[in-house]
C-alpha cells in the first residue's frame, strides 16, 4: 500500500514542456515549462525541482524553484531554501524563514457560500427597469 500512497514521480533528470494534467498526488523533482493541473491532488515541488510554470492543485508544497502562478484550493507551504516568483493564491499560506517569496498573496474562502434567504420572484414590471413608485 505504501506505493499507493505515494502518487507519481517526476526525478530530478527528467524535462517536461508543455500541460502535466491527473488527479493523484505528484512529486516533482526535474524541470515543467508549462502548466500543472491537479485539482484533487497534493502536488510537492522537490528540493532539485526547477518549474517555469502555473500550476493549480488541491495543497502545493514547495522546497524548490518554481518562476509562475499557484493556485491552491488548500493549502500552500513554502519551505526554507525554496524560491517563488509569482502571484499564490489559496485559503492558507505558510513560509518558512529563508523562503524567498516575490509576488502577490491572495487568500480567499473557496468554501461553499453560506445560504441566502429565498429571494421574491422578479415581476415583469421589475425587470423592464421601468416604474418607480
Given amino acids: ?15 517536461i ?11 516533482v523533482d526535474g524541470q515543467v515549462e508549462g502548466t500543472i493541473q491537479l485539482s484533487e491532488s497534493r502536488l510537492t515541488i ?4 526547477v518549474l517555469a510554470a502555473d500550476v493549480t492543485a ?9 518562476q509562475g502562478n ?15 516568483d509569482g502571484d499564490i493564491r489559496a485559503q492558507r499560506l505558510a513560509i518558512e524563514d529563508n ?12 468554501a461553499a457560500k453560506p445560504a441566502e ?5 422578479e415581476t415583469p414590471a421589475d425587470s423592464a427597469g421601468g416604474g418607480a413608485a
Fill in 46 to 49: 522537490g528540493p532539485n525541482a
Fill in 17 to 27: 514542456r508543455g500541460e502535466v494534467k491527473g488527479s493523484e498526488e505528484l512529486y
Fill in 70 to 84: 499557484i493556485v491552491a484550493q488548500g493549502r500552500v507551504e513554502l519551505r526554507a531554501g525554496c524560491q517563488v
Fill in 1 to 15: 500500500m505504501a506505493a499507493e500512497s505515494t502518487g507519481a514521480r517526476i526525478g530530478k533528470s527528467v524535462l
Fill in 58 to 66: 488541491r495543497d502545493v508544497l514547495v522546497m524548490g524553484r518554481i
Fill in 99 to 110: 523562503a524567498i517569496f516575490r509576488g502577490k498573496v491572495d487568500l480567499t474562502q473557496v
Fill in 117 to 121: 434567504a429565498p429571494r421574491a420572484p
